[in-house]
């Protein structure tokens, strides 16, 4: 069974830094595409970050040159590096994993409108709060 559990949440002020991290289990963590979402109180879920199997990335526009995501397939564990962090950014976080990846659904597809129904494994969340 694939289970994801995402940690690294926090409050920070506004500029900070924060680091997330998901442990992935119970499958082939490098076959598959994984990406990172957030969702702020009264908002949809957006797509933040995504990576496939080969480590190619795709952003949100909001996130382009303040987010990294990363992986290490020897840990099975995904990261997001969260820099210049502003008070829009507060959310939960989730990771999740695309069983059945393609090029779109584990790129700019994911990080799009309604990316997250690409997305067929999720964690638990960590909660990420910036204030100004």
């Known amino acids: 069974q694939v289970q994801l559990v995402e940690s690294g949440g926090g409050s920070v002020q506004s500029g900070g830094s924060l680091r997330l991290s998901c442990a992935a289990s119970?499958?082939?963590?490098?076959?598959?595409?994984m990406a990172w979402f957030r969702q702020a109180p009264g908002k949809g879920r957006e797509g933040v970050a995504v990576?496939?199997?080969?480590?190619?990335?795709d952003y949100a526009d909001s996130v382009k040159g303040r987010f990294t995501i990363s992986q290490d397939s020897t840990k099975n564990t995904l990261y997001l590096q969260m820099n210049t962090l502003k008070p829009d950014d507060a959310a939960m976080y989730y990771c999740?994993?695309?069983?059945?990846?393609?090029?779109?659904?584990?790129?700019?597809?994911?990080?799009?409108?309604?990316?997250?129904?690409?997305?067929?494994?999720w964690g638990q969340g960590t909660q990420v709060t910036v204030s100004s």
């Open positions: 999740a994993a695309n069983l059945s990846p393609s090029p779109w659904t584990c790129g700019l597809g994911a990080v799009g409108r309604g990316g997250y129904l690409h997305f067929e494994v």
């Open positions: 990576i496939d199997s080969d480590g190619s990335t």
């Open positions: 119970g499958y082939a963590y490098r076959r598959y595409c």
